[in-house]
C-alpha cells in the first residue's frame, strides 16, 4: 500500500519510525485506516501489534474494520471529577459538551455532544428543539436530588407499627384523600409520559429529570393507595377529572409545566406541608413529607422553567397570561365541582364530624395559605399574576366550600310598579 | 349514613358505595402491591375495563366524568403477571450513577481501548434515550383498571434514564469524548402498539442488551464499568421479565396475537441482520468497539471476533429461549443469519 501523502503527514506528524512506515507499506492496511490510527496517540507497540493482527488472521472480519471510531467531530480529552456527591451531571458538562444551545439541530438521537456519522442519520419525530421551550436551569441538580432523595413505599415507611384505628369518619377521610391524590398521581405519570418522545436530545436532562417526577407519580399513586387498603377503609369518590382535561389539553410542554408543576404542584406542596395537620397516624406523617420533598423538586422546575421562559421566549408575555388563564379556569373548576377533597379536609381538620365548622375554617386558611404561597412563588421568579389570578382561587379562600360561588342564581325580586 | 347542616358541605363521599373495612399486612419485603390486591380492589376475573374515564380501579366513578380514549379497554391489551413484583422490585433496587459506580476505579487506557468504549458507550446513550420515550408513550394507554403495567413502565422510564446518565458519564471521565453517533434506535420510535412494544422493545431489544451487559465483565477494563454493566443488566432483567411476562399473557390468552407476535419478530429479526441499517448492538460501529474492547485493544481483534461471536451466539440463544418459553417457537422462522449464530442450539 502507498500511503497517500496527506496521510503521510499525519503519520510523520506522528512521530512513527521509518521502520514502522516500511511495514505498514508492505502490509494489507488501508489508507482509511492508518488515517484513523495516525489520529491516535497509540504506541508503535500497539500499531505493530495490529499489523501482527492482520498477517495472523487475514480472513478475519475485523481485517477489514476502518477503525473510524478512533476519530470523531467531537471534543476529546474530557476528565470529568466527582465532586462531595459523587459525579453529578453538573460534574460532567464540561468543554463544549456543557453548551446546551439555544436551538437543537438534530432530529434523531444523536446524544449532545455528538455528531451525526455521515449516512447513518435517521430524522426522527421529536418537536421541541427550542431551549426555552423546555429549560431550566436547575434541571442537572434536580435530577441528581430525585435520585439522591429516593425512598420506598414499602419498606421506608412503618406499616408494622406506623398506624393505629381509626375512628370510621376520619379513617374514611384520610382515605377520601389518598383516592383523590392517589388518582392525581397515574394521570399526572400519564400526561408527563407522553412528552417525553417530543424532548430532542439537546436538553436531555430536562427529559431525565421528568423521568424522576414520573417515577415520583407512580409512586405517589402506589403509596396513597396502600394507605386507602391497610387501615380498615377502603378508597373513596374518584376526582371528576376537570383538570385532568387541562393537563392534558395543554399543546406546548410549558404549558403542561404551567399546569401540572406551577399551579397544580403549588396547591399540592401547601397541602402536603400541613402534614401535621392531615396526618392521623406517624405512618401519614412521614408520607406527606416524603410527598412534599417529591412535589417541592417538580414545582422547583416548574417555577425555573417559567422564569427562563420569560426569560427567553420572545411571546413570553403574551403567551403566559393565556396559559394561566386556560389551566386555572380548570384547576378551579375541579376545586369548585369535585367536593370530595374539600370535605375531606374539613373532617380531617375538623378531627370528625362532630364540629364541621372548624374543620371548615381550617380549610379556609389552607386556602388562603395556598393562594398566598402560590402568589409568593411566582413572585419568586419575577411572574407577577396577582391582579389576573382566576377569580375562582380567590373566592375559595372567602367561601372555601363554595356554597355561595355555586349557589343557583336566584331570580331578582319582581320590582313593583 | 352521614349527614351534614353546614352549608356547601354534604358530605356523599362517606357514603359512596365502595368495599370499606381493607387490611393488609406487611411481609418481610414491606407493605407491597401484591398484599392490598389479595382484596376486592385487584384484578382477579376482571379482563375488560369497567370504567373509561381515568378513575382508578375500585375508587367510586365521578358519573360526570368523560372517557378517556387513549386507553386500551381490555387486559390483554396490556396485563403482565409479573407487573406488581418487578415494580416493587424495581424501587427496591434504585441506583446512583452518581454514587454507586466507583468512578475512581477508572484508570488511563490507551486510545483504542478508551475510544472503544467511549463508541460504545455513545450508542448506548442513545439507545437508553429512545428506551426512555417509547413506554413513556404507552403510559396514558394503559387503563386505570390495570394500572399495575403503567406503574411498572414509569420505573423502566426512570431506569432508562438513568443508564443513558451512567453511561454518559463514562465517556467524559477518563480523557474520552463523545463518538460519532451511529443510528442508533430511531426505529423503536415506530412502535404503535402496548403489545408490539413489547415484544419489540423488551421481548427482542432488551434482551440483547441485556445479554450484552451480562457479559460486561468481558468487555470492561476497569472495576467501575463492571459495576456499570452489572447494575444495568439488573435493571434490563426486570424490563425483559416485564415483556416476556405480557407476551406470554397474550400467547395464552389471546392466541388469535400469536402470528402477529411472531411477525414483529420477523421484522426485527430481519432489521438486525441488516448492518447497515438501524440494528441494536450490532451495528458495525459497536461491532468494531466490541471487538477492540473484547479482545483487550486493536492487536488482539482476533482474539476480540471471537468472543463478539461468542456474545451474539449467547444473545440469539437467550433470545430463542425466551421466545420458546412464551410460546412462539422461532426455531423454524428466525431469520437465517440470527439461525446461523445458534449453531447447534437451533
Known amino acids: 500500500m502507498e500511503i497517500p501523502a496527506p496521510v503521510m503527514a499525519k503519520v510523520r506528524a506522528r512521530g512513527w519510525s521509518d521502520e514502522l512506515i516500511a511495514r505498514i507499506t508492505e502490509s494489507v492496511a488501508r489508507p482509511d485506516q492508518v488515517a484513523n490510527l495516525a489520529s491516535t496517540t497509540l504506541t508503535e507497540e500497539k500499531i505493530n501489534g495490529w499489523l501482527d493482527f492482520l498477517e495472523r488472521d487475514p480472513e478475519n472480519p475485523f481485517v477489514a474494520a476502518p477503525l473510524s471510531i478512533l476519530t470523531t467531530k467531537s471534543e476529546l480529552g474530557m ?77 421506608d415507611l412503618d406499616w408494622e407499627n406506623g398506624l393505629k384505628e381509626l375512628p370510621e369518619d376520619l379513617e374514611r377521610a384520610v382515605c377520601q384523600l389518598c383516592t383523590i391524590y392517589s388518582n392525581n398521581g397515574l394521570v399526572e405519570q400519564k400526561v408527563i409520559g407522553k412528552w417525553l418522545e417530543e424532548i430532542s436530545y439537546g436538553f436531555y436532562e430536562a427529559k431525565s429529570f421528568l423521568g424522576t417526577q414520573i417515577y415520583d407519580a407512580g409512586r405517589k399513586a402506589e403509596v396513597l393507595r396502600k394507605r386507602a387498603l391497610s387501615n380498615g377503609g377502603g378508597l373513596g369518590q374518584a376526582p371528576l377529572g376537570l383538570h385532568y382535561k387541562g393537563w392534558y389539553g395543554a399543546l406546548k410542554l410549558t404549558e403542561v409545566l404551567i399546569t401540572i408543576d406551577v399551579i397544580y404542584k403549588s396547591y399540592e406542596l401547601s397541602t402536603f406541608q ?13 408520607m406527606w413529607s416524603y410527598l412534599a420533598r417529591d412535589s417541592q423538586r417538580h414545582l422547583d422546575y416548574g417555577l425555573h422553567h417559567l422564569r427562563w421562559y420569560m426569560d427567553h421566549h420572545d411571546l413570553a408575555h403574551e403567551i403566559l397570561p393565556i396559559f394561566f388563564g386556560r389551566q386555572e379556569a380548570t384547576f378551579a373548576g375541579e376545586m369548585l365541582t369535585s367536593p370530595a377533597e374539600r370535605e375531606a379536609l374539613v373532617v380531617l381538620f375538623a378531627g370528625g364530624t362532630e364540629n364541621l365548622q372548624a374543620g371548615v375554617d381550617k380549610l379556609q386558611q389552607l386556602r388562603g395559605k395556598q393562594l398566598a404561597d402560590y402568589f409568593e412563588r411566582l413572585d419568586s421568579v419575577g411572574y407577577d399574576h396577582a391582579a389576573r389570578v382566576n377569580p375562582a382561587l380567590v373566592g375559595l379562600t372567602e367561601d372555601p366550600l363554595a356554597a355561595r360561588m355555586l349557589a343557583p342564581a336566584t331570580d331578582p325580586e319582581p320590582e313593583d310598579n | 349514613m352521614v349527614t351534614t347542616n353546614v352549608p356547601g358541605l354534604n358530605l356523599d363521599w362517606l357514603n359512596v358505595d365502595t368495599e370499606q373495612g381493607q387490611t393488609a399486612e406487611p411481609g418481610r419485603s414491606g407493605l407491597t402491591l401484591q398484599q392490598i390486591n389479595s382484596t376486592m380492589y385487584g384484578i382477579d376475573n376482571l379482563d375488560e375495563v369497567r370504567n373509561r374515564s381515568l378513575t382508578v380501579r375500585g375508587s367510586a366513578p365521578d358519573l360526570r366524568s368523560s372517557p378517556h380514549a387513549r386507553q386500551y379497554h381490555y387486559k390483554g391489551d396490556v396485563w403482565s403477571d409479573s407487573a406488581m413484583l418487578l415494580y416493587e422490585e424495581a424501587t427496591q433496587r434504585q441506583w446512583a450513577s452518581a454514587t454507586d459506580i466507583p468512578w475512581e476505579k477508572v484508570e488511563p487506557l490507551s486510545d483504542d481501548l478508551e475510544m472503544a468504549m467511549c463508541t460504545l458507550c455513545t450508542f448506548l446513550t442513545q439507545v437508553e434515550f429512545i428506551a426512555g420515550d417509547v413506554p413513556g408513550r404507552f403510559l396514558e394507554q394503559v387503563p386505570t383498571d390495570f394500572f399495575e403495567s403503567q406503574l411498572f413502565l414509569g420505573t423502566q422510564v426512570m431506569d432508562e434514564a438513568r443508564h443513558q446518565d451512567v453511561f454518559r458519564k463514562r465517556i467524559f471521565v477518563n480523557g474520552g469524548g463523545m463518538s460519532d453517533a451511529g443510528f442508533g434506535a430511531v426505529n423503536l420510535l415506530s412502535i404503535d402498539d402496548f403489545t408490539e412494544m413489547t ?58 396475537r400469536t402470528e402477529e407476535l411472531h411477525h414483529y419478530l420477523d421484522i426485527q429479526e430481519r432489521q438486525t441482520t441488516q448492518s447497515q441499517q438501524a440494528s441494536l448492538t450490532t451495528n458495525p460501529l459497536t461491532g468494531e468497539a466490541l471487538a477492540i474492547l473484547a479482545g483487550g485493544g486493536i492487536e488482539k481483534m482476533d482474539d476480540g471476533f471471537k468472543m463478539v461471536l461468542q456474545m451474539r451466539r449467547k444473545q440469539m440463544i437467550e433470545y430463542a429461549h425466551r421466545a420458546k418459553v412464551v410460546g412462539l417457537d422461532r426455531s423454524e422462522r428466525m431469520a437465517p443469519e440470527l439461525r446461523e449464530l445458534l449453531g447447534d442450539v437451533a
Open chain 1, 79 to 155: 476528565w470529568a471529577k466527582p465532586g462531595p456527591e459523587g459525579l453529578r451531571l453538573k460534574d460532567i458538562n464540561i468543554g463544549s459538551y456543557g453548551v446546551v444551545p439555544d436551538d437543537w439541530r438534530y432530529e434523531n438521537d444523536t446524544p449532545r455532544g455528538a455528531h451525526p456519522t455521515t449516512g447513518m442519520y435517521i430524522p426522527a419525530s421529536y418537536s421541541i428543539f427550542d431551549k426555552s421551550e423546555v429549560w431550566a436551569d436547575n434541571l442537572d441538580d434536580l435530577y441528581e436530588d430525585a435520585i439522591r432523595d429516593r425512598w420506598i413505599s414499602s419498606t
Open chain 1, 274 to 286: 400541613m402534614a401535621g395537620d392531615l396526618a392521623q397516624t406517624p405512618l401519614e406523617e412521614e
Open chain 2, 199 to 256: 415484544a419489540v422493545l423488551h421481548l427482542f431489544a432488551e434482551g440483547l442488551v441485556q445479554s450484552l451487559f451480562r457479559m460486561g465483565e468481558l468487555i470492561s477494563q476497569n472495576d467501575a464499568e463492571k459495576r456499570m454493566f452489572r447494575l444495568s443488566a439488573q435493571d434490563e432483567s426486570r424490563h425483559l421479565a416485564f415483556g416476556v411476562t405480557h407476551v406470554k399473557y397474550v400467547v395464552e390468552n389471546e392466541p388469535w
